[in-house]
């Protein structure tokens, strides 16, 4: 849908022109999975899939939220002076819960209609919920002239997740969105919030994203049972090392306190959170030295990892990454997000991308019964107003 589109659409739907339009990008991470809640380094970055708001103020102390992602459920209103997480505002919860937190740093005195609408595929993890968090907050930030810097509204964003959806997920994907910049990653510090810029510089690749179509939400997930696992794990190895979170070990502290665990799940679960922190700064290193043959065996790394110690992969993400390792012109693929469904990436040649997303689609098809879906990722700026 194009922007003409989408003012048209808006104009249909609620009888009046749009004065603003705002976009917010989603994410895909490199590497550093399962880390953010482990006090770990990820490696996001914001692609040009996204989300879109199109909105005219209203003097009534409600918003009115349209989407056309999911049109069946028409128009849902939000009570500003009742914002509680309500079953059936489905999708708007996300909304709702974003816009209860940011009355909390300035005031929010009108409300909106609000027309939404994202090419960011549904269940795919991408992020498709963090998006439409930031994007509100952009919306709300300019409109009520609040200043809120980009790291505050990545906070915001996880409060949002953990205190009013209910799922006990880290930072990464907020701020992953928020602070997102074209053709670079962010180097990010979970348990300090320190980050850094580097630029994404892949040479004669790209990095293609490979749907598995398989529909997921993280609250239905087993997201919080592998956070709950890692808690366990650290609660143990505290007993006796005071560190403050697993991403605060290096390999050989780890190996000293494994004795200390004497579990073999969680074992498993702390051996990622751990190695795969460690993985990530050694890529981040590695892409610095433009050595993307190194950088394309930790990607691989990383997903055996998740496969194996963390088991959130499953048939669907390890057909499309074992047979696109199979290719040449590969340089590394990799699951992304939660798990269980969702996305991966594959970093590939320029000359191979088409002979590899066919391939892998074959091969898809034949074992899963579905088909799998490719896009090339370009790497976007954050979110911001676009100009009607």
């Given amino acids: 849908m ?9 104009q249909q739907t ?3 022109p749009a004065t603003a339009m705002y976009f917010a990008p989603g994410r895909i991470n490199l590497i550093g999975e399962h880390t953010d809640y482990n006090g770990g380094h990820v490696f996001p970055c914001a692609i040009s899939l996204g989300t879109y708001a199109v909105c005219a103020p209203i003097s009534a102390r409600e918003l009115h939220v349209y989407s056309a992602n999911i049109p069946d459920k ?12 309500k079953k059936e505002n489905d999708w708007a919860n996300f909304v709702a819960g974003t816009t209860k937190f940011m009355a909390e740093n300035g005031t929010i005195d009108h409300g909106f209609d609000i027309f939404y609408w994202g ?5 795919a993890g991408l992020s498709s919920s963090s998006a439409l968090e930031m994007l509100t907050a952009m919306l709300l930030n300019d409109q009520f002239h609040m200043d809120m810097d980009r790291v505050t509204m990545a906070k915001l964003g996880q409060r949002v997740e953990n205190q009013f959806i209910g799922v006990n997920s880290g930072i990464m994907d ?3 969105i928020a602070m997102g910049k074209k053709n670079h990653a962010i180097l990010l510090d979970t348990n300090t919030m320190e980050y850094a810029y580097q630029k994404l510089d892949l040479g004669d690749a790209k990095i293609i994203i490979m749907n598995t179509n398989k529909k997921r939400q993280l609250s239905d997930s087993k997201y919080n049972e592998r956070r709950a696992e890692c808690e366990k794990a650290l609660a143990l190895i505290q007993k006796k090392d005071p560190v403050k979170s697993l991403g605060a070990l290096s390999l050989d502290q780890f190996d000293e306190d494994t004795y200390l665990i004497n579990d073999a799940t969680l074992l498993k679960r702390a ?3 751990v ?11 590695a892409l610095q030295n433009h050595d993307l043959t190194e950088f394309g065996h930790l990607v691989n790394a990383s997903h055996i990892s998740l496969e194996y110690d963390y088991e959130v992969t499953g048939i669907e993400l390890d057909t499309l990454v074992h047979t696109a390792w199979a290719q040449p012109g590969v340089i590394g693929a990799r699951m992304i997000g939660a798990g269980f469904g969702g996305c991966a990436i594959a970093i590939v040649k320029n000359d191979a991308i088409e002979a590899v997303e066919k391939a892998v689609a074959t091969t898809y098809k034949e ?3 579905y088909a799998a879906d490719f896009y090339v990722a370009e790497i976007a700026d954050g979110p911001h107003r676009v100009a009607l």
Wanted: proline content about 2%.
């Fill in 174 to 176: 907020q701020f992953a």
């Fill in 367 to 369: 074992k899963i019964g």
């Fill in 275 to 285: 190695f795969e922190n460690q993985r990530t700064m050694r890529a981040v290193d």
């Fill in 271 to 273: 051996r990622h959170a």
């Fill in 14 to 16: 609620f009888d009046k």
């Fill in 74 to 85: 028409g128009v849902i209103t939000i009570d500003l002076d009742d914002l509680v997480n």
């Fill in 2 to 10: 194009d922007q003409a589109t989408m003012l048209e659409q808006f």
């Fill in 119 to 123: 090419n960011l595929p549904d269940g």
